[in-house]
């Protein structure tokens, strides 16, 4: 009862210091100083549509705030188009801004996010990037316009771009752990092997603690063929980190394609007690179980993994009908009858 009334006192008190305030504006409607403190008042209380009444035609006589309160205003509408349009009539005014540049390379990304699937969605990420690489020029070191920018990349795996801005990160802002990071997984994934191996090292040095960089630097060293290395390397990175799925299913990994499978099986399962929702690690445990010879206990994963990944179907029938021309029937049935109903 004492929090109603509070809200309604609260209330009371907007509604009588808003309408005393418009009755000053209608006196002095010339007076862009109030019409912005008006709109301010109307913004702090969740009312975007009384702040774009206010400012939207008068753009040509309000303040920077004035702008970026206007642009706020549509933004909380989710109307982006808008919020692109008054945030480029600010930074047409105030080209050298950076902030300004990075606020509006943000609307640029909100609208297209807003819309992934339309015509110009790709259009409107490229002007956000361009924006921001804009703003950066204008100063290099402004690390929110750089975060925004390396995220945007990473986000729509613009993988060569999102390379480049980590090296100009490193040499900009110095050794960051979460730099080398992303550097060490870009050079993994892509298959750039030499630099993998050394930006994921230095990663590892710069961060020890962080498990997932253990694992492309170990894909890595076997792309290189170095196979004892990536061995030694995933094996110590497992016993450091026995919660990491990750980790744990790249151990897995590696001992499938040695074809070491009672190894690989263990840490798959072990993988699987680390996260059981992740179906690479109930898919990896079920094909080095059934090459292991434990067909029987490797269903249960089998039917797990193709519950969340139809991909694993294909060996699952495939593995059904080898336990029938094995003369295994009985199990051979269970599969397919299992498999069919992942279908």
């Not at 920077?64 to 005014?93: C, M, P």
Request: proline fraction near 3%; glycine fraction near 4%; charge should be positive.
């Amino acid at each position: 009862m004492v929090q109603l009334l509070l809200s309604f006192f609260s209330c009371l008190a907007f509604a009588q210091t808003a309408a005393l305030m418009e009755a000053e504006l209608n006196k002095k409607p010339d007076s862009v100083r109030l019409r912005q403190e008006v709109a301010t008042l109307y913004f702090s209380e969740g009312k975007p549509d009384k702040v774009i009444e206010l400012l939207n035609a008068y753009t040509d006589r309000i303040d920077d705030s004035g702008f970026l309160l206007l642009a706020s205003a549509y933004g909380s509408k989710t109307d982006h188009y808008n919020e692109v349009r008054v945030l480029k009539i600010l930074t047409a005014r105030k080209a050298e801004n950076v902030k300004y540049r990075m606020i509006l390379g943000q609307a640029y990304i909100k609208q297209a996010n807003k819309n992934p699937n339309s015509d110009v969605y790709r259009d409107l990420i490229t002007s956000g990037v361009q924006e921001l690489r804009l703003g950066l020029k204008i100063n290099p070191k402004f690390k929110p316009a750089y975060d925004l920018l390396l995220n945007t990349l990473l986000q729509h795996k613009n993988n060569n771009e999102a390379r480049e801005v980590l090296i100009e990160g490193i040499n900009l802002f110095g050794a960051r752990p979460e730099l080398y990071r992303e550097l060490c997984r870009l050079d993994s994934n892509d298959g750039f092997i030499e630099d993998a191996v050394k930006h994921c090292r230095e990663s590892i040095r710069l961060s020890p603690n962080f498990p997932d960089h253990y694992v492309y630097l170990t894909q890595s060293l076997f792309d290189k063929d170095e196979d004892q290395q990536a061995e030694r390397t995933i094996v110590n990175a497992a016993k450091r980190f026995p919660r990491s799925e990750f980790v744990q299913w790249a151990a897995g990994k590696l001992f499938l394609q040695k074809k070491n499978f009672p190894v690989a099986a263990r840490y798959f399962k072990t993988a699987v007690k680390a996260d059981p929702k992740q179906s690479r690690s109930q898919f990896g445990a079920a094909q080095a179980l059934y090459e292991s010879g434990a067909e029987a206990e490797s269903l249960e994963y089998f039917i797990s993994a193709c519950k969340s990944d139809h991909k694993s179907l294909d060996t699952f029938f495939a593995a059904g009908a080898r336990l029938k021309q094995k003369g295994d029937n009985t199990l051979g049935a269970k599969f397919t009858q299992a498999a069919n109903t992942c279908r």
